[in-house]
């Protein structure tokens, strides 16, 4: 015995809980009210219209982003851990900034970020012979740098700009004394072959790779872990065997994307959804990327640690962040490719490490990617 | 470190504790108190546009309302609607009103196929969707074919859990033209059950609150 009310009022009651959580439309709210208050809507809109260039439009998310993204930063969440609290309007904020208060978990920057990733158009794969030009701005221990870069798609040449002048550098090995050029870099992975497993960090390797990767996480982390096993070998001891691994495939993972300067479709949101699966990754929040624009780090701290770095309102990445012990106390243990990695203070691998180890720190972001016709154009 | 986490503690119970209009009020003054405003009502607000319009509009047309609720939020009256839900429906209401041909291309598709496409379509849930009821397909049939005025009313009250002044509120109408759309709604709808056979009168036990209402 049913009347209209009640066939009516179960039509379409029982929603799937993803549909219903709130975070993205939050975050929308923050973005547009950040544009709206300094006028940045137009210039978001025209920077990832049609017109621009596939490899900007895609390397958005790498790019130093202007006005349009420093007005995000007025509705960042800094310093308190998340926690909202009156005293910060009274920080420096926009007047009419809307903070919202919650603590962010890894699992839930990335899982934004993938989300995020995802809503970016995809490019086609360019030809192994394509020129990309890189601007990538560095921060090692408080200093900046600004280089211009330039790779063939397949990484058998590359160029840089040195007093003035293009030096373009050549892979070459050598046959009976003379060197020869390494074309092997150009062909594809033979078929039967992990890509992951021949990764050589060249664009092209690392593009093949990235699409090579089965989009559930779990598959996209056996793959990877398969490949890190054989490299690292495995802690003998299981209680470090969790953690350990998850921290070098974080590591594998980040890395792999920093060095594809261009990236498959969808690849860059299955990693991220990858990496929300592994325990042991920690957020930080109130940071800044290499450009000085505020951050959140998501990934593995202390000694040899790596992050990416995202926007805190857009959950765009901006870059990737590394740590690493002073020269004069590194070891192979701390920071060989084996190091696993430790907290400053902890129960590290090193009794050399202190809690008042200063560590380096080395961020690096991509101010601009494109494909461009030649080295030393931009 | 103690007493700063007790400040911000209290500061939360507070913003907690505080009514819909003094929140808003205090927003004037104070922006973050909207935070607050937004996480109490984003999750029902969500869950409505959701069942009109599918997941992939509904985070747009959540995160627009709330944007122009703060827009407007000097213009609220804290004084007659100590509840700003209908203050938030009416505005979201506007918003899905923009969104007409999509929301009734739903309708339409749910009662010809008997799959909530739209809805269901990044699930695995679409097998169990086939079988819907038949009721549910004749009623999305029928919310096809309302006029809007009729249905925004309609599922104001039935989906958002509305009552009917808060109805009124929302639409900017008086009570009588909203008591008079769902009427006319129902009886469309009822007509439309009885022509499917798939509806028979209701017991007096299993009349809604909207029923005893409009009585």
């Not at chain 2, 747009?60 to 004084?79: G, I, M």
């Amino acid at each position: 015995m049913v009347d209209e009310m009640q066939v009516l009022a179960r039509m379409r009651s029982e929603l799937p809980s993803d549909v219903l959580d709130t975070e993205h439309a939050e975050r929308l709210f923050q973005t547009k009210l950040s544009d709206e208050q300094n006028g940045a809507g137009i210039a978001r809109s025209r920077w990832r219209g049609v017109g621009a260039h596939p490899a900007r439009r895609r390397y958005g998310v790498w790019a130093l982003g202007g006005a349009a993204v420093l007005a995000l930063a007025l509705a960042v969440v800094s310093g308190l851990g998340g926690i909202g609290a009156p005293a910060a309007s009274k920080a420096g904020r926009s007047p009419a900034g809307v903070r919202f208060s919650r603590a962010l978990s890894a699992a839930g920057v990335l899982h934004a970020a993938a989300r995020e990733a995802a809503s970016i158009s995809p490019i086609p794969e360019p030809a192994a012979h394509r020129w990309i030009y890189t601007s990538v701005v560095q921060v090692n221990d408080g200093h900046r740098s600004i280089s211009d870069n330039w790779i063939r798609f397949d990484g058998i040449q590359s160029a840089y700009m040195q007093d003035g002048k293009l030096i373009t550098h050549t892979v070459t090995y050598m046959r009976d004394g003379q060197p020869v050029v390494d074309n092997a870099l150009a062909k594809p992975v033979p078929p039967g072959t992990n890509p992951l497993v021949v990764y050589n960090g060249m664009p092209m390797s690392s593009y093949v790779a990235l699409a090579s990767l089965k989009q559930p996480p779990a598959a996209v982390l056996n793959d990877v872990r398969r490949v890190v096993s054989r490299s690292h070998g495995t802690p003998s001891r299981p209680a470090a065997m969790s953690h350990a691994l998850a921290v070098r495939e974080f590591k594998f993972l980040a890395q792999l994307l920093w060095n594809a300067s261009l990236v498959p479709t969808g690849a860059e949101s299955d990693v991220f959804n990858a990496l929300a699966t592994l325990p042991g990754i920690s957020v930080q929040q109130g940071q800044t990327d290499a450009v000085g624009q505020p951050a959140i780090a998501v990934g593995t701290t202390g000694a040899n640690g790596k992050q990416l770095l995202f926007n805190p309102t857009s959950f765009r990445v901006l870059g990737i962040r590394s740590t690493t012990p002073p020269p004069q106390l590194c070891t192979p243990t701390t920071c060989g490719a084996g190091a696993t990695t430790t907290t400053a203070g902890g129960t590290g691998t090193s009794p050399t490490l202190t809690a008042e180890t200063r560590l380096n720190s080395t961020s690096l972001a991509y101010a601009k990617v494109a494909l461009v016709p030649a080295p030393g154009d931009r | 470190v103690r007493s700063e986490h007790q400040l911000l503690q209290r500061w939360n119970d507070e913003q907690l504790r505080a009514s819909d209009a003094e929140l808003i009020s205090g927003s004037v003054a104070q922006p973050e108190c909207f935070a607050t405003l937004f996480r109490r009502h984003a999750p029902g607000l969500q869950r409505y546009v959701v069942r009109r319009l599918g997941p992939a509009k509904a985070d747009d047309v959540v995160a627009e309302t709330f944007l122009q609720a703060f827009r407007h939020r000097q213009r609220y009256r804290v004084d007659e609607a100590p509840n700003a839900r209908p203050w938030l429906y009416g505005i979201a209401t506007n918003l899905i009103s923009r969104e007409r041909r999509a929301e009734v291309r739903q309708y339409r598709a749910l009662a010809r196929t008997g799959v909530d496409g739209e809805l269901w379509q990044f699930t695995d849930e679409v097998d169990e969707r086939v079988s819907a009821e038949a009721s549910e397909r004749v009623l999305a049939g029928s919310l096809a074919s309302l006029p809007s005025k009729q249905r925004e009313a309609l599922l104001l009250v039935v989906w958002a859990e509305l009552s009917y002044e808060e109805t009124a509120q929302a639409l900017h109408v008086p009570v009588g033209t909203v008591r008079s759309r769902i009427s006319r709604a129902r009886v469309r709808l009822r007509r439309d059950l009885e022509a499917a056979g798939t509806s028979e009168s209701p017991d007096e036990e299993q009349l809604t609150t909207t029923d005893r209402e409009e009585r």
